[in-house]
């Protein structure tokens, strides 16, 4: 047994360490893109997030902005109103996020397959449609702007450069992530696993499928909810993109470009598409759209596996048997 | 009331179809029962009857004095009525080790457990070992189970309902598909099961049967038409009927 | 009297316009399972086309209709050759991903080619007067729409209970390895049934210009709506995606004249109180 | 990833190299602004607007090159606005900030202005509450009230004393109706109902079944530029209401330009106001036209955002002068409160205190011009209209 637990643990531990030194290299290497990078980092706590349900759970889900944007609302309207120290904020975010994943989860459960899906959407929608009434607090479609962050530990600015956004995200991010690879590694995670490919096995073994789901939906919901919160503090301003369902739609098809049920795959997605997006726009603002779309075509026709599989492929010796339940 | 497991009056209809008609039986501690029955004689579904995937029309099961009838299928497992699958329901990802330490820790009530590391747990080890040993599947413990025998992953459903500690164990054609050469490791293993556990099997290969079973009860059409011992099955004239029922007729035409 | 009256006409008259573009896609997703986002996208294209033949060529209403179909059924062969038949059998978050991609590029495309702005497809004068029916003033476009939403259930009613082929199509639908054992050529089935599907995209995409209006982000843009109408129908259910889009036509079109600042919430709420209650659709099919 | 980095590094070198040829007298001018996506439309007017500035008034001021860099925000999204502000601030080392579609975008933009000791100018983004965020931003478009508010007067004026409202649930929408609502209501109409719309509404008809029901003489309508416009036009028709006499009165967002030749016919007769028209009659306006229109490519396509560019950057170009070069943000913004100058849509000033436009808004209507194409035809002028949005607080 200690043989390949090491052999887990090592590789767990050279992948957070190159997440860690990707992250640095990120601030040497573009110290002029940090509040792009930060966006970054948001958006792969959103993505993390939907893995968590969709990767291990089976569960697809083209709402979790909601989650995200409960987080960023919370974090936002507890700014405004005084309480300004950013890792109170994020906590916020993490309780909000829970609340709205303990919601979502109690709907979108009750039903499978795409009548789930299309619950998911439904929901996204009802939380965009909430946000935009509620403009008293939440500023509706001009948004809520006027979030002054006070600075870290009382020392380091949010200031225009981004460094202090970004390294506090980058801190939180590498900190999320260390957390979930505990929690999918536990015997909890194995269980979800368990859930997502034969849930009728999982009765026959004495464990319920539902609150089990539900708790997942909580972390998850944790998880995108500091993502928002971030979104939140780094940018001072929330908007009603961040509970659409576009933002869903694209963390989910960032996600699949990664990768499913490995949690690397959601951070290769996410910074693979919003690299190229940011890139290609750059270069032609006219034409992205065709390009990334192409982009997605290319990787299902190439590496249906998403990317991370694609890496996968190469560098493992044993082939991955193939049985994903979407 | 002395005995471990009984259902009364159980019965199933979907639509206006009886699929179970008034199935009576119980198994005390220690039983070695088979149902046997021809194909669509209703086995399936009261195996899904007994464990609560389908619930009944009509009908009591209870166990160890307690009426089980209304409770889901997870509560039932918890109370130790476990069965197998006839096709295996197994995580193709993951490893024989996995199964039954997951099974293990959910029945210790650890599954839950969200910041413990699944292979952290040491003192499941030390039992995971054993039922797998026990089973001869220590050799292939760490492959995923997409990658092992046939006949080595219907040992492991039997490993994974023995890791729950079941009292009436439900085995459903635990030889089914099973290439010959390999049905003696499954009869092994069958008969190690702790004697105290009463245990249904459900089975079509009749030399397993014999073998097995101190008690046979003959389904057909949904319905219980024989109860008796193993040596008497064969000369029973029902039972030849439901099994041979177009052949003998023809036969005797002819 | 009178208001329930003409807002019954107009739900009807929408619900009739979301059928035409959906059951298409009701269809892929049913029968052929493939979770086709890009489904608006191909009654987009077919608005271009009946756009140009129409306004640029000046050809009449009818005769644009009939070349938008046929046009982008041609386009769709290349298209499902080449990129759909990889997608067949595939987890459904991998066709996710394949059919926004392709919504993307016909996006792309279309903005590169045709520009941003709006596509009209002018109607007939015949088509574009209103119409007094007695307790409202209607144009006479919607009616043709209702009429057109009859047709087309029961043309395909029609069809698959009826025709020889509507067997065929069953049979490969219930069991295709099965179908193929008896002889059916399900590749053929697959094929035709693709075609229709997209032939009816091309003819809602047309006929349904007047509701929801042609320009190049349509695909994206209502993709959400279809996704939901099809799904509380039940995929692959003619009777129910009419009841679906009758429904939640009602649901809208009510719900937007009562109480028109919560809209969004009726047809959402509406929507999610379907799918508990329903969770394959009104008449899904067992998975 | 490597490929990108790979794409940064050639991107970065160039720029290096860029930077030293051409020394210090460049000065940069970073425009943000939907050049993707739906919105793409009024994007390709904001860069239309630009190239027609420079295209008549030239590429340097007082020997300083003038470079604008822009950068694509397709649809409102303040997280993404920051960064690229940010980038374009940072990396791009812009001293001049233009463009803005969406209000949300300026106001993730907003806080970081005086630390990057840039000004903004606003070439759209209409809320009016964006200029008390921070002193260095000036806007060159209009407000929702400000084009808005003469229509109570005009529609009191055309005998109609009731009125329903029916806006697009969203703030512009809200601002619209609030201003329609308090100028109509001091003019001494009254607004039997207000119907607040939610944004993907597809199907207008039950929307104007109410309006028959409501039994008002007038609608005041808001929505958003685009597709949805062309519904709500035809159902306005085909339901009966315009030929029942009921009146229309909206701001020009319903009629734009670009917009006109998909509403066709159904366009006929409405009466918008607005503070451009692209018909607007005067020499500046026509030479204005002829160099947008060269830029953009087709006359069809061009609308109000190009004006909103074309004045920024008339405002830029004089922050540019007033500063000689120098990075100095509030002596910019100093340089050009209270500047006058006659623009394409007629004579305009910057209200000092506002930092916001004060200009002509018309009175238009719909109408077939010489060629046979649909117009904004300009009937009424309202002079020198500042923001009532901000003038109230």
Redesign the interface.
């Known amino acids: 047994m200690s043989a390949s637990t090491d052999r887990r643990w090592l590789r767990d531990v050279i992948g957070i360490a190159l997440i860690i030194a990707a992250g640095l290299a990120g601030y040497w290497l573009f110290p002029d893109n940090l509040a792009l990078l930060t966006r970054v980092i948001a958006a792969a706590l959103l993505v993390l997030s939907i893995d968590l349900i969709t990767g291990y759970c089976g569960v697809a889900t083209l709402g979790q902005a909601s989650l995200f944007g409960a987080g960023a609302y919370a974090a936002g309207i507890a700014c405004v109103n005084g309480i300004t120290e950013p890792v109170t904020l994020i906590l916020i975010g993490a309780v909000a996020g829970s609340v709205a994943g303990l919601l979502m989860g109690t709907i979108m459960l009750r039903a499978h397959g795409l009548a789930q899906l299309v619950l998911s959407i439904a929901i996204v929608q009802l939380f965009h449609e909430a946000a935009n009434k509620a403009s008293a607090y939440t500023g509706g479609s001009d948004g809520l702007a006027g979030l002054m962050v006070s600075p870290l530990f009382g020392m380091f600015a949010f200031d225009l450069w981004g460094r202090t956004a970004y390294l506090f995200g980058l801190a939180l991010l590498v900190l999320v992530f260390i957390i979930l690879k505990f929690v999918v590694s536990s015997p909890f995670g194995m269980l979800c696993r368990g859930i997502k490919q034969d849930p009728i096995r999982i009765r026959a073994m004495g464990s319920f499928v539902f609150p089990v789901l539900l708790k997942m939906f909580v972390i998850s919901g944790a998880v995108a909810g500091m993502g928002g919160a971030l979104a939140a503090i780094s940018t001072q301003v929330v908007g009603l993109d961040s509970v659409s369902f576009e933002l869903s739609a694209n963390a989910l098809v960032m996600l699949v470009l990664g990768g499913l049920g490995s949690l690397y795959g959601a951070l290769v997605g996410t910074v693979i598409f919003m690299g190229f997006e940011h890139f290609v726009s750059a270069i032609n603002p006219f034409h992205w759209m065709t390009m990334v779309g192409a982009l997605l075509i290319a990787v299902v026709l190439a590496a249906p596996g998403g990317l991370s599989g694609l890496l996968d492929r190469f560098s493992a010796s044993g082939h991955r048997a193939k049985r994903g339940k979407a | 009331m002395s005995d471990l497991f009984r259902v009364e009056g159980l019965t199933k209809n979907f639509g206006g179809l009886a699929v179970s008609r008034n199935i009576s039986l119980s198994m005390p501690a220690g039983e070695r029962l088979a149902l046997i029955g021809p194909n669509g004689a209703g086995k399936t579904t009261f195996v899904n009857l007994v464990?609560g995937?389908i619930h009944p029309s009509a009908g009591r099961v209870v166990l160890n004095g307690e009426d089980v009838t209304k409770l889901g299928?997870?509560r039932r497992?918890?109370k130790g009525l476990?069965?197998t699958?006839q096709v295996t329901?197994?995580?193709?990802?993951?490893t024989p080790?996995?199964h039954v330490t997951?099974?293990v820790?959910?029945?210790e009530g650890?599954?839950?457990?969200?910041?413990?590391?699944?292979?952290g747990?040491s003192e499941v080890?030390g039992e995971v070992e054993s039922i797998l040993s026990t089973l001869g599947l220590l050799d292939v413990a760490?492959r995923?189970v997409?990658?092992i025998a046939y006949g080595q992953q219907r040992l492991l459903e039997i490993g994974?309902a023995l890791a729950?500690r079941p009292k009436v164990l439900l085995l459903d054609e635990p030889a089914a598909g099973v290439p010959s050469s390999d049905t003696p490791r499954i009869e092994q293993a069958l008969e190690r099961l702790p004697p105290s556990l009463a245990v249904l099997m459900i089975e079509h290969d009749m030399d397993l049967v014999f073998r097995f079973a101190k008690r046979v009860v003959v389904l057909a059409a949904g319905e219980i038409i024989f109860e008796g011992l193993p040596s008497e099955v064969a000369a029973n004239e029902k039972v030849r009927e439901a099994y041979l029922g177009n052949y003998a007729h023809a036969r005797r035409i002819a | 009297m009178q208001t329930v009256l003409s807002i019954a006409i107009d739900a009807f008259a929408y619900g009739m316009a979301l059928f035409i573009i959906c059951i298409g896609l009701s269809l892929t997703m049913g029968l052929m399972r493939v979770v086709n986002l890009a489904h608006g996208a191909f009654a987009m294209i077919a608005g271009y086309i009946a756009s140009y033949a129409a306004r640029d060529l000046g050809l009449g209403y009818a005769v644009a209709i009939f070349l938008a179909i046929i046009g982008t059924v041609i386009i769709s062969i290349p298209i499902e050759r080449l990129l759909y038949r990889r997608i067949y059998g595939s987890p459904e978050l991998t066709q996710v991903l394949m059919t926004i991609g392709i919504t993307f590029c016909v996006i792309g495309i279309t903005n590169y080619f045709f520009g941003p702005t709006l596509k009209t497809i002018p109607l007939p004068g015949s088509l574009s007067q209103p119409i007094d029916v007695g307790f409202k003033t209607i144009a006479a476009h919607r009616l043709f729409v209702m009429a057109c939403g009859l047709v087309v259930a029961g043309g395909l009613w029609f069809l698959i209970e009826k025709t020889d082929f509507g067997i065929k199509l069953r049979a490969t639908v219930d069991n295709a390895a099965m179908a193929d054992a008896l002889g059916v050529r399900t590749q053929v089935v697959y094929a035709i049934s693709f075609a229709i599907a997209i032939g009816l995209a091309a003819l809602g995409g047309v006929v349904g210009a007047e509701f929801l209006p042609i320009e190049p982000y349509y695909a994206l843009r209502y993709m959400v709506t279809f996704l939901v109408v099809v799904s509380v129908g039940g995929a692959g259910s003619i009777p129910g995606a009419v009841v679906a889009c009758l429904l939640l036509g009602a649901v809208d079109t009510t719900g937007r004249y009562l109480m028109p600042e919560f809209g969004n919430f009726f047809f959402y709420a509406a929507v999610i109180a379907i799918v508990c209650v329903f969770p394959r659709g009104f008449f899904g099919r067992a998975q | 990833m490597r490929i990108s980095k790979r794409i940064l590094g050639v991107a970065l070198g160039a720029l290096l190299a860029g930077s030293v040829s051409a020394s210090a007298e460049t000065i940069k001018i970073g425009i943000i602004g939907p050049f993707s996506g739906p919105f793409a439309l009024q994007g390709k007017n904001f860069q239309a607007g630009v190239e027609a500035y420079m295209a008549l008034n030239g590429k340097s001021v007082k020997g300083n090159d003038i470079e604008v860099i822009y950068r694509d925000l397709p649809a409102a999204n303040p997280a993404q606005s920051r960064a690229l502000a940010q980038e374009l601030v940072v990396k791009e080392k812009v001293q001049y900030l233009g463009g803005v579609y969406f209000t949300p975008d300026a106001m993730a933009i907003t806080p970081l202005l005086a630390q990057a000791n840039t000004p903004l100018v606003i070439f759209n983004a209409a809320t009016s509450a964006i200029m008390n965020t921070s002193p260095l931003v000036v806007r060159t478009s209009f407000t929702t009230a400000q084009t808005t508010t003469p229509l109570g007067k005009v529609a009191v004026d055309e005998g109609v004393k009731k009125v329903i409202t029916i806006v697009s649930d969203y703030g512009p929408g809200v601002d619209a109706e609030n201003a329609f609502k308090k100028a109509f209501e001091a003019a001494g109409g009254q607004v039997v109902e207000s119907i607040r719309m939610p944004m993907n509404t597809n199907d207008f008809s039950p929307i104007m079944q109410r309006v028959r029901d409501s039994g008002a003489a007038g609608l005041f309508a808001f929505l958003p530029s685009g597709p949805p416009t062309l519904g709500f036009a035809k159902a306005y028709n085909e339901t009966g209401l315009k030929k029942a006499g009921i009146k229309f009165y909206a701001p020009g967002d319903l009629t734009q330009e670009s917009d006109l030749p998909a509403l066709g016919d159904a366009a006929d007769g409405l009466k918008t106001s607005f503070h451009y028209a692209v018909s607007h009659d005067s020499p500046e306006n026509k030479k204005f036209v002829e160099a947008a229109t060269k830029a953009i490519g087709s006359a069809e396509q061009l609308s109000f955002p190009s004006v909103g560019a074309y004045d920024g950057m008339h405002v830029i170009y004089k922050m540019i002068e007033a500063t000689g070069g120098k990075q100095d943000a509030q002596k910019a913004v100093d340089a050009v409160k209270g500047l006058s100058w006659t623009s394409p849509r007629g004579p305009v000033s910057i209200e000092p205190a506002t930092r916001h436009i004060t200009q002509n808004i018309y009175l238009r209507e719909v109408a077939k011009g010489a060629d046979g194409k649909s117009i904004n035809k300009e009937i009424q002028t309202f002079p020198n209209q500042k923001d009532p949005g901000l003038a109230t607080q």
């Not at chain 2, 650890?110 to 292979?119: E, G, M, Q, Y």
Request: hydrophobic share 40%; no cysteine; aromatic share 8%.
């Open positions: 464990t995937q299928a997870v497992v918890r476990v069965r699958f329901r197994l995580f193709s990802q993951m080790e996995e997951l099974t820790l959910q029945r650890k599954a839950n457990r969200i910041l413990s590391r699944f292979t747990h080890v760490r995923r997409g990658e994974i729950l």
